[in-house]
């Protein structure tokens, strides 16, 4: 006798789809995917914040303390308290659960009538080689979108831009602060860019701001691209219409998709070292005199050094001092205040440069000496957009 069985077509990634049970908001989609991009894609594994210092953690430029202008962290600066009012920005240690440190603006004089020129924001640049990808420019761009937490005692509409470089084609996004002095969560999608010229090498390519405040001439529509530098709308809040008022942002990332995942959190060390691309700063550790690198005396007031550095973004960078550094004997015998130092070259494919050092006077032509580190002293290479 012969028995003859027969077995139902069955597709398993279809039935494992429709199983009755929780599977997460992407687990069915993800069942279902076609090929590994379609799942890279949802799932969105590896590097993806393209922020740098987006938790606020380093501040080597100012260790904490309040300013009125230039990087209140790295990598995010005050791009301008341009108007009658005036505020300060440092990092700060409160944070949202899950993170440490923040930026935090105070408002220390009011601007209560915005002029058309008038700005008051903050602005984050990306270099072009780390957003080429996306596309921006082109019919192949791609959507991103912008996360970060929020705490301010001032309510109301504020807005976030995204733009290009040259900053004639920028998009600013309305959204609302509800609760004073609490931290809220926001995350807007940017639509991509297909016109428009977008950096794609070591320039700039995409510039994040945050406003507080703007006047006409910076306004744009909301949800489009403008043809200007578009800070924010016309329903932005002003908060530096508030004398002591506050604004806080941490956790910023901007990743690509249409939807927001969790911060990525990259470590202290590899964080540090993605800063230092674009600003390193050189100090004394303890309350002596820290010995730096030697430099060789051409004469008696001109002196050539080497200092190791990571790769900077560009050839051109700038180099700064202070805090009382000096040129110092081997033997610490005696010192003379450096009066400048500059870049007199750079090898290594950038991770290392030639210092030229000046004094009034003191040194002997072909003797070698030490850079002299007291307390408070430092040297800075700059290479920022």
Known sequence: MTVNVSKPVSNLREQLSELNRPVGSHGSQLMKSANTAESFSLVRAGRKNLIINGSCMIDQRNGGAAVSSGYAVDRTHIEGFNGAGTGTGQQ??????????????TVTGTDTSLGASDFYTLRHIIEGQNVAHLGFGTNNAKTVTLSFWVKS???GIFCCSLGNGTNNKTMPREYHIDNPNKWEYKTLTFDPAITGSWGTDHGRGFSVRWCMGVGSTRRGDADV??????HGTSNQTNLFATNGATFQITGMQLETGSSATPFEYRSY??????????????TASGGNTGRGPQVGAYNGTRYFGYINCVAKRHHNVSVGYGGGLKVEAINLGSDAAVTDISDYAQIDGGNGIFLEVNTSSWGSGG???HLGFPTGGYISIDSEM
């Open 92 to 105: 700060v240690s409160d944070a949202p659960e899950g993170l440490f440190k923040s930026l935090k603006i």
């Open 153 to 155: 005692s001032i309510t």
């Open 225 to 230: 691209y403008n043809g200007n530098e578009s």
């Open 269 to 282: 060390g590899e964080e540090l070292a993605l800063c230092k691309r674009y600003y390193e700063k050189y």
């Open 367 to 369: 003797t070698l000496y």
